[in-house]
């Protein structure tokens, strides 16, 4: 799996294709600058403004009433200016696994279809999307009086974005005629879903696999990014099936990105990657180094304590990876662990952490389904220590070979890395603390954490330049887009499933499971563990988390738990091969080949499930502290 848009960076452009145009490059240069510029300076102006309505709130005692408001209509617009910067940089989450391993020829076709397939979308969106604007430029916002044409405009302007960034790569990797032939196709493609009648409504059912199973897979194989295989399909869905005009769609699209508790994702993805840029993930790493490194096994043991410790932060699997593989990967080496055994224990210890408060899933889990997200960063806690265990099991079985640290614990460089560590630890801290005792929102203790890194960075560890806040900023955004456009679109099709009478279908197909909730939880984490390969992990709870949640409670499970077994089953497939991504990830973060990996995959893969298996079994392990 890796990060691509419309195209893999690694294609191979069809012999005698036209050489890239400087003109052009000028113009994607130029036209990226200023969405990243934009974006960039939008998130900035959030920050602050959810920083004064903090500030405003607890040292003043000033409600601020409309910075809710002004922060979600801020947040839209830098985040569909990031969904089509992601699209620029080819970081839209797709399937590779496929495409890897065609042949050059039929890669590029498969490639070129895929390009095919955005294009029409992106297409068939532009006229509902303006009507859209037209029907709710007279509605007006309650605090600000903004007119509700203004953020179904990012939608447009997005869009737009996105074909012109499209345009340009398929300009690139095409000859001329394959080109021009290819936008053709793709006019004539939208035009002929805008004048078809609704000639498969007949279908009935038969629409939903023929458009939701099959169609989808086909589209997630060839190498459509996922959220946008959820788009087209469900698009072409009401288009051939139904009457309902596509405005609705547009309306779903922008209705998913534009509640307020969705804030905490790019905040905690700012907040992530400035702990790396301070060195406060390196002090924490050093700390648990000195400590608990030189015993046998010791550095495994320090990755998966360090996970436990920066997943509280960051709140992302990939940042989370990121600041610690690096570190760890080359003195494990070193030591004698297995070749690949690193990029293994990465990986799943990344899917174990999975629960850890302030997960970005968890917060996603409780936006769609309306669980308390308090009590799901405090359920989180105790079942992934219950994970961190069972790996510490496998490792301490694994580990009887290798070589000890050639340095004992020295209590002097354990109590100075303690002091160094000190800001950092406390920080994960001071995120839980306030979470769980209802001192502050996840938004608010999102803007704490990065006003405390900033200030501690600054005074006590590296600082983050002014040139690297933009930097900062403008992959925060990137990495928001990404996540944001699938909530969204995985959101429409969950909707038209809705609509479609599929989830009343699902919903009593999983009541009269024999064997009651025992056997409605053994097919969930069955399921979930594919959802969580094949979808990813946020398009399958946005899809199924609001379907399955409700049965769950009709069966006596409670919804916490629920929300755990889910969400560990689901890491547990986005992190496990041939198709989960996240492993690929672990993989290129310790340069490590993923075929060398694959097998030191299974026995901590194993001690991951047994985990899961027993947060199902004994509810306490996830509800017995709310």
Known sequence: MSGVAATSSGAVAESGATPVSHPLDVVEA?????????AAALLLADILLLGWAVTARYALNIPVTWVEEAATLVFLW????GVAGALRRRIHLRLTFVLSRMRPDARQRTERLAHLVLLVFLLKLVVPTIALIELNHIVTSPNLGVPGSVPVAATLVSIALMG?????????????????LSVAGAALCALALELAPPFLADLGNLNLLLFFGLGVMTLIVIGVPIAFAFGASTVSYFALTSDLPLTVIVGRINEGMSHFILLTIPLFIFLGIQIQYTGMARAMINFVMALIGPARGGLSYVMLC???????????KAADMAAIGPILAPAMKERGVRDGDTAALLAVSAAAAETIP???????????????????????????????????????????????????????????????????LALPLIIRAAVLEGVATATEVAVIGVAYVAVVGALMMRGVSLRRLGGILVETTALTGTIMIIIALAGAMSWALTQSGFADTLVAAMRQLPGGKVTFLAVSILAFVVFGSILEGIPAIVLFGPLLVPVAQSLGVHPVQYAMVVLLSMGLGLFSPPFGYGYYTACAITKTSPDEAMWNMVPYLGALLAAIVLVAAFPWLSIGFL
Do not use: N
């Open 30 to 38: 130029a036209l990226g600058r200023v969405v990243d510029v934009a």
């Open 78 to 81: 830098f985040g569909m200016l």
């Open 164 to 180: 012109v960034f499209l345009l340009i790569q398929m300009w690139r990797e095409m000859t001329k005629p394959a080109f021009a």
């Open 306 to 316: 360090a996970m436990y410790l920066v997943s509280g932060i960051s709140g992302a």
């Open 358 to 424: 302030p997960s970005l899933v968890l917060i996603i889990m409780g936006s769609v389904t309306g669980i308390s997200i308090a009590s799901l960063f405090v359920g989180g806690l105790v079942p992934a220590v219950v994970c961190m265990v069972a790996l510490a099991v496998a490792v301490y079985a694994r580990s009887r070979g290798e070589r000890r640290g050639t340095d004992r614990r020295d209590l002097k460089v354990i109590g100075r890395t303690f002091v160094v560590a000190i800001p950092a």
